[in-house]
């Protein structure tokens, strides 16, 4: 029995540029979501084509109710809204997930790429694990190791699939546009995109064998913002603590504890921020 997790995020989405793209209640939002659930369809699609048993898709976008349930491929599961406790790869930690697919993701904070950030639209300009730049695929690929959980699949950008190459070289990886700028892309259509992802995930399902986890050890995390006030926001979570005017870090035992933490963090964070100032 194979089972795959899809952690399926949105700025790296075929068809994604701009931030109404994903910003839940547009026009642009409504017009993209279809693209989503086309790629997340794609990949649900060449994971059953390769062998694969079992697929859940797990939204982890903004409000994570993003994806259209009634035009999801009705061979898979999907675990839709908030709160979960491991947000973009919630359900990885039970031990029945053999490999995970990244669909949709994007590059971080401070990064090249489109839509480029880490958790936060903006706010956080930059995050560190263990010294080494974070977007949210490393940090997710991280609590996916520590469970044993190889990722098998990345699609968004060009970037992003470079970026992906650091964490996670053994996965495929599908850019479905290349990255101009920030708000700017050139996209491939959607047939076009959905064709390369399922023909990667039917070859990446043959990747996804459960491994040795790579088991609990600290981790440390550093966070830094576009504003110093946001430092003293943000030490409000215990065992975080302010490095430099605008940048705090901790250690977790786990990336498990590591992840939860980094949750936590940006939730204080955004609190904090207003709307014109920041």
């Known amino acids: ?5 899809i952690s399926a995020d949105m700025e790296g989405a075929t068809g994604v540029t701009w931030p ?16 989503l659930t086309s790629d997340v369809n794609a ?44 947000s973009m790869v919630e359900g990885i930690q ?38 080494e730049r974070a977007s ?17 699949l990345v699609t968004g950008d060009d970037r992003t699939c470079e970026d992906a190459r650091g964490y996670a070289p053994d996965a495929l990886g599908v850019a479905v546009k290349d990255c101009v700028s ?8 959607p047939a076009r995109t959905a064709a390369d992802i399922r023909a990667a995930a039917k070859e990446a399902a043959a990747l996804a064998v459960r491994r040795e986890p790579a088991g609990p050890r600290p981790r440390t995390v550093e966070l830094e913002f576009d504003a110093e ?5 943000a030490t409000l979570v215990p065992g975080v603590e302010r490095t430099g005017e605008r940048r705090v870090a901790y250690t977790s035992p786990s990336m498990y504890e590591g992840i939860r933490t980094f949750k ?6 955004s609190s904090a921020v207003e709307e014109q100032y920041g």
């Open 1 to 5: 029995m194979t089972k795959i997790l």
């Open 20 to 35: 109404a793209d994903v910003l839940p209640g547009t026009p642009q939002w409504e017009r993209c979501r279809p693209m």
């Open 43 to 86: 990949a649900i699609a060449g994971f059953f084509d390769g062998g694969a048993d079992e697929v859940l898709v797990n939204e982890a976008h903004w409000t994570m109710r993003n994806l259209l349930l009634e035009r999801l491929d009705d061979r898979a599961r999907m675990l839709t809204g908030r709160h979960k406790a491991l």
């Open 94 to 131: 039970h031990g029945d997930v053999d490999g995970v697919a990244f669909v949709g993701y994007h590059t971080g904070a401070g990064t090249e790429g489109v839509l480029a950030h880490t958790y936060l639209a903006n706010t956080v300009t930059g995050v560190w694990l263990d010294g």
């Open 136 to 152: 949210e695929g490393r940090l997710n690929a991280a609590v996916a190791a520590e469970f044993g959980v190889p990722v098998v």
């Open 182 to 189: 920030r708000y700017a892309a050139v996209c491939r259509t």
């Open 229 to 233: 006030h946001l430092t003293g926001a």
């Open 264 to 269: 936590a963090v940006t939730t204080v964070v």
